[in-house]
């Protein structure tokens, strides 16, 4: 049982808006605390791909946003290419384990 | 450009001790602003924040992990590595090495590609 929920899955056709949540709680995204998210390819390690809730490294499509609200935050991509099937994994830091967590992880699939 | 890279044994037996050394390229393992950290990922399963540690020496593990994990750095080598003692079949997992922006609200930026670790006699 993962501390920020995220939905197992999600999925889009080509061209398409998705949206991934990521819930917390008071002791997280509640409290003030970033949310960043990663993409995992199949088979390779994690990558960056927002940071401090709503912005991108260089070198990630602006197809990728991030956004917060209160307790949760949202990853949206547009324009769904078929190369953005991945697992997405939202982070952040809970004051009260006192470490930096993961959401459980979402997995993209491109219809 | 800064890259991470996992190397260490792929197979452990129960109650023995994992290692695994990350060694940094392109880079400092002392430029400041930066913790070194570990994180693995069970099979199937989500993203887990082990610990890290400082270029100085400062370490933060998982509470859970505590009593277990050990992660050291060198300089002299710009590696840094994990030592995982009295492991179990919990323990398989892969397990990377990233570079965790410093600050109020951390993140990691850069991962190695990973090292899949198995516990099994």
């Known amino acids: 049982q993962s501390v920020l929920t995220q939905p197992p899955s999600v999925s889009g056709a080509p061209g398409q808006r998705v949206t991934i949540s990521c819930t917390g709680s008071s002791s997280n995204i509640g409290a003030g605390y970033d949310v960043h998210w990663y993409q995992q390819l199949p088979g390779t390690a994690p990558k960056l791909l927002i940071y401090?809730?709503?912005n991108r490294p260089s070198g990630v499509p602006d197809r990728f946003s991030g956004s917060k609200s209160g307790t949760s935050a949202s990853l949206a991509i547009t324009g769904l290419q078929a190369e953005d099937e991945a697992d997405y994994y939202c982070?952040?830091?809970?004051?009260?384990?006192?470490?930096?967590?993961f959401g459980g992880g979402t997995k993209l699939t491109v219809l | 450009q800064v890259q991470l890279q996992e190397s260490g044994p792929g197979l452990v037996k129960p109650s023995q001790t994992l290692s695994l050394t990350c060694s940094v390229s392109g880079g400092s393992i002392s430029s400041g602003g930066y913790y070194w950290s570990w994180i693995r990922q069970h099979p199937g399963k989500g993203l887990e924040w082990i610990g890290y540690i400082y270029y100085r020496g400062t370490t933060y593990y998982k509470p859970s992990l505590k009593s277990r994990l050990t992660i050291s750095v060198d300089t002299s080598k710009n590696q840094f590595s994990l030592k995982l003692s009295s492991v179990t079949a919990a323990d398989t997992a892969v397990y990377y090495c990233?570079?965790?922006?410093?600050?109020?609200?951390?993140?990691?930026?850069?991962w190695g590609q990973g090292s899949l670790v198995t516990v099994s006699s």
């Open positions: 982070q952040s830091y809970d004051s009260s384990l006192s470490f930096w967590v």
């Open positions: 990233a570079r965790e922006i410093t600050g109020s609200n951390n993140w990691f930026d850069l």
């Open positions: 401090g809730n709503s």
